[in-house]
């Protein structure tokens, strides 16, 4: 397993942009897909990103196609999304998951997840 840690969440109004980081630890970090969930509250954590170790192919939810962006620094150990277009039912906290392969980040089955960080979309 990994450690991650994500940052760069925070307060943004409707039609805003935000990047949010997630930097993972372990000697083997950068073998892992990695991908990021999103919870509102009251609700269940869904899906909204993943990508492969290689920075290949990629996947996303329906409700962030077009706006969002997943991507990866290996270098760094560092994955990232890049949100354009905030609308208020983006308002979550966003987790950041890492697995052997995309099928398994985008399935939940993760063993590894960060702590969260809320980010809030005001209308």
């Known amino acids: 397993q990994v450690q991650l840690i994500e940052s760069g969440g925070g307060l943004v109004q409707a039609g805003g942009s935000l990047r949010l980081s997630c930097a993972a630890s372990g000697r083997t970090a950068s073998s892992y897909a990695m991908g990021w969930f999103r919870q509102a509250p009251g609700k269940e954590r869904e899906f909204v990103a993943a990508?492969?170790?290689?920075?290949?192919?990629?996947s996303y939810a329906d409700s962030v196609k077009g706006r969002f962006t997943i991507s990866r620094d290996n270098a760094k150990n560092t994955i990232y999304l890049q949100m354009n277009g905030l609308i208020p039912e983006d308002t979550a906290v966003y987790y950041c998951?890492?697995?052997?392969?995309?099928?398994?980040?985008?399935?939940?089955?993760?063993?590894?997840w960060g702590q969260g960080t809320q980010v809030t979309v005001s209308s």
């Open positions: 990508i492969t170790w290689n920075t290949g192919p990629t």
């Open positions: 998951a890492a697995a052997g392969n995309l099928l398994m980040v985008v399935r939940g089955s993760s063993g590894s």
